[in-house]
């Protein structure tokens, strides 16, 4: 049977499954896998527990979690749940709304919640929110262990979660150039391979360049960006799109590869260089240039987002992929050494 998780990988469905968990507190098939989690995040044994509701998007809190227990004292659980997207700034502004509540509750916990990797910057922004009761950050590698055990559990649903929990961990340790690209798993891996296997082999051009990688938005890809270094502004950049690097066919090691010279919201002061150097892509003949000026009546009109691309490339197999980027930033920079 395939897995639901597969398919609903939006953080609503997994804001839906935490809190379905968490209500079901008493109930035979979930009580251990709910008793994990709120002794993990807030110290208390479901048998100590009367009650427990819980609201989405209370003051836009994905889940808030009330408490009674036995004693009838009442704790509130506060969860920001993530899937691959970042925290935006937005814990100072909840944690103002969480004070609302700290004369009905005696204990008030706060998670961030992160089936994916939360990286330093992430990591730092949380850490410096303004309330001294700070977020706790739950990354997959802290959710892994509270899910990996019921794998093989009776129910359903909780199974499968624990199936794709294990199965996103393993994609973010991936160091392998993923074969498909299409599904939250597959994005994953990219995201990771580019990470752990392709950034670090560009080490000659670690002081000459800023890379990044994410998935692109609504987008069905994940993108590696190129930059150089040296700039306080938007400058024109390379991009690896994991859509355009997928084997040629299943029998073969080939790869596709395109790699694009973009130049996305440019300030206006850098449109003249900007025209240069588009005509030195077109004497430098590495990139194709094709569609990259339009005529519309009678007059040229720039379309400054993509300047330049390989065409109809493609490679034998991995390394030979690498050293095609390679090779393209090193025409890049070779391009940009006049950019001011």
């Not at 209370?58 to 899937?83: G, H, M, P, R």
């Not at 970042?86 to 944690?95: A, G, V």
């Not at 994609?171 to 752990?196: C, M, R, V």
């Not at 490679?315 to 006049?338: H, R, T």
Request: proline share 3%; with cysteine; net charge negative.
């Amino acid at each position: 049977m395939k897995n639901i998780f597969d398919y609903a990988t939006r953080e609503l469905s997994q804001d839906a499954f935490l809190r379905w968990l968490l209500e079901n507190y008493d109930d035979p098939e979930l009580k251990d896998a709910a008793d994990d989690l709120l002794q993990e995040f807030c110290g208390i044994n479901v048998k100590d527990i009367k009650s427990i509701n819980s609201t989405a998007q209370w003051c836009n809190i994905d889940i808030s979690v009330w408490i009674t227990l036995k004693d009838d004292s009442k704790a509130a659980l506060f969860i920001e749940d993530k899937t691959y997207s970042e925290e935006h700034n937005q814990l100072d502004n909840y944690d103002n709304h969480i004070k609302w509540c700290q004369n009905e509750y005696d204990h008030i916990y706060k998670i961030f919640y992160k089936t994916d990797i939360v990286r330093d910057e992430e990591k730092t922004r949380i850490d410096h929110t303004k309330d001294a009761n700070k977020w706790r950050v739950y990354s997959i590698k802290e959710i892994r262990p509270l899910f990996e055990k019921y794998i093989s559990a009776g129910n359903l649903i909780l199974r499968q979660y624990a199936e794709h929990v294990v199965n996103v961990y393993h994609a973010t340790e991936n160091t392998q150039i993923p074969e498909k690209d299409g599904t939250h798993i597959d994005y994953l891996k990219w995201i990771s391979y580019f990470e752990k296997t392709v950034i670090p082999q560009l080490s000659e051009y670690q002081d000459k360049c800023k890379f990044f990688v994410t998935k692109a938005g609504q987008y069905p890809y994940v993108y590696m960006s190129i930059e150089k270094s040296g700039y306080d502004k938007i400058v024109p950049k390379l991009e690896i799109r994991s859509r355009d690097c997928l084997p040629v066919n299943k029998q073969h090691l080939q790869r596709n590869i395109n790699i694009r010279f973009l130049c996305y919201g440019m300030p206006e002061e850098d449109i003249t260089q900007q025209k240069e150097l588009m005509e030195k892509i077109k004497q430098n003949g590495h990139f194709a240039t094709k569609g990259m000026v339009q005529n519309r009546n009678g007059k040229d009109k720039y379309y400054p987002k993509q300047i330049g691309y390989l065409d109809n490339i493609t490679v034998k197999d991995e390394y030979a992929f690498i050293q095609k980027i390679k090779e393209y930033i090193g025409y890049y920079l070779n391009l940009m050494q006049d950019w001011k």
